[in-house]
């Protein structure tokens, strides 16, 4: 009888457990809704379409601006990196925030 009483804790100890399953049962139903929701959404799409998928080379042959890198923009540059004097080597990105944080001299005016 001593463990249930949990030492005078049990008004405590005993409450959080059933909140704790309480909320773990309700995930549980959310997630199952969830997926059972998806999966007829899925049926439904898989019918409004004849169940035909879509051929795996598709998104290459979609053109140049469906994400081939073929765009004609330029690639953006990677971040410079270099060595701070009081600390390890770390990206830069240019921007102002960085010198001000990480000053050439070190942080000694």
């Given at each position: 009888m001593t463990y249930l009483n949990m030492d005078g804790y049990a008004a405590f100890v005993w409450p959080s457990y059933g909140i704790a399953g309480v909320v773990m049962v309700a995930l549980f139903v959310a997630v199952r809704a969830g997926l059972r929701?998806?999966?007829?959404?899925?049926?439904?799409?898989r019918a409004a379409t004849g169940g035909r998928r879509r051929?795996?080379?598709?998104?290459?042959?979609?053109?140049?601006?469906?994400?081939?890198?073929?765009?004609?923009?330029?690639?953006?540059?990677?971040p410079r990196t270099t060595t701070d004097p009081g600390g390890p080597e770390r990206e830069r990105h240019g921007d102002a925030l960085d010198d001000a944080t990480y000053p050439s001299d070190g942080g000694r005016a």
């Open positions: 929701r998806d999966e007829r959404t899925l049926d439904q799409l051929a795996a080379g598709a998104a290459h042959r979609a053109g140049p601006d469906q994400g081939t890198g073929d765009s004609g923009a330029a690639a953006a540059a990677p």
